[in-house]
C-alpha cells in the first residue's frame, strides 16, 4: 500500500507556482521523500527528493515539515508542458536495501493558460 | 546511452497465450521494476529487483513470472494471459535515488 496520501486533482494558473501537499505521517526515520511525475501516457520522471532539509533542483522545491509527517512540491513558475499526474512515494534509497517505490494515485495537476 | 528500453511496444495476444516482454538497461544499476498501469489508475508494482539472480514480489505479482538472469536484463513473463492483464506495463531501473522508466508496453488481452 502507498504510504502516501495526496490530492487526486489541482489547478494552477500559467506562470504562477504550483503547490502540491503530500501527506506521510508514518515515514520512518530512515525513508525519504520521492517525486516523479507522468505526463501523458510516457514513463515517470524523476523530480526531487529529500530526507530531512529542503531541497531545490532546475525543476522544482522541496519542502518537508520539521516532523516530516507532511511535504509540498513546489513548481516556481508552471507552464503548460508541467501538465501531469505527480507522484509522492516514500521510501528508502536503493543502498539502504529494497526499493520498492510504490506508486499511489498521485495527483492530476492541470496548468491552464 | 539508451536508458531503459522496453521490447515490445505493443502486443496483442490472445487468452491462454503466453509471452515474454524484455527489458534492458545499459546503466549498471542493481534495482530494476516492473509496474502495470491500468486506465486512470496508478503504477502498481509487479515484481522487483535487487540484482542478478534475484528477484522478489510487489504489490500484484499473481499470473507474472520473472527472470534476472544477467544484470542489463529484467523479464517479465505471462504464462497464460488473460484479459485482466490488459494493461500498460513499465520497466525500471535505479542504483542510488533516482530511476528511470522505459516507455512502456502496451498489452492488449482478448
Not at chain 1, 21 to 31: A, L, M, V
Request: charged share 15%; net charge neutral; aromatic share 10%.
Amino acid at each position: 500500500d502507498a504510504k502516501t496520501t495526496q490530492p487526486p486533482s489541482m489547478d494552477c494558473a500559467e506562470g504562477r507556482a504550483a503547490n502540491l501537499p503530500c501527506n506521510h505521517s508514518t515515514i520512518s526515520g530512515n525513508e525519504y521523500v520521492y517525486w516523479y511525475r507522468q505526463i501523458h501516457s510516457q514513463g515517470p520522471q524523476y523530480i526531487i527528493h529529500g530526507l530531512k532539509n529542503n531541497e531545490t533542483n532546475e525543476m522544482a522545491s522541496l519542502i518537508i515539515t520539521e516532523d516530516r509527517k507532511s511535504s509540498t512540491l513546489i513548481l516556481p513558475h508552471a507552464t503548460l508542458r508541467d501538465t501531469a499526474v505527480y507522484y509522492c512515494i516514500v521510501d528508502f534509497p536503493p543502498i539502504q536495501g529494497a526499493q520498492k517505490l510504490v506508486f499511489g494515485q498521485g495527483t492530476r495537476l492541470t496548468i491552464n493558460p | 546511452n539508451a536508458g531503459v528500453t522496453q521490447t515490445p511496444k505493443f502486443r496483442v495476444l490472445k487468452t491462454g497465450q503466453s509471452m515474454t516482454l524484455l527489458c534492458a538497461q545499459d546503466m549498471n544499476h542493481e534495482y530494476m521494476y516492473w509496474y502495470r498501469q491500468d486506465p486512470g489508475m496508478g503504477l502498481r508494482l509487479i515484481h522487483y529487483s535487487v540484482g542478478e539472480g534475484t528477484t522478489a514480489k510487489g504489490e500484484v505479482p499473481d499470473g507474472y513470472n520473472v527472470s534476472r538472469l544477467k544484470k542489463q536484463n529484467f523479464l517479465l513473463g505471462l504464462e497464460s494471459a488473460a484479459p485482466s492483464q490488459t494493461s500498460v506495463y513499465f520497466c525500471a531501473s535505479s542504483y542510488w535515488v533516482e530511476a528511470f522508466f522505459g516507455q512502456g508496453t502496451r498489452l492488449t488481452v482478448v
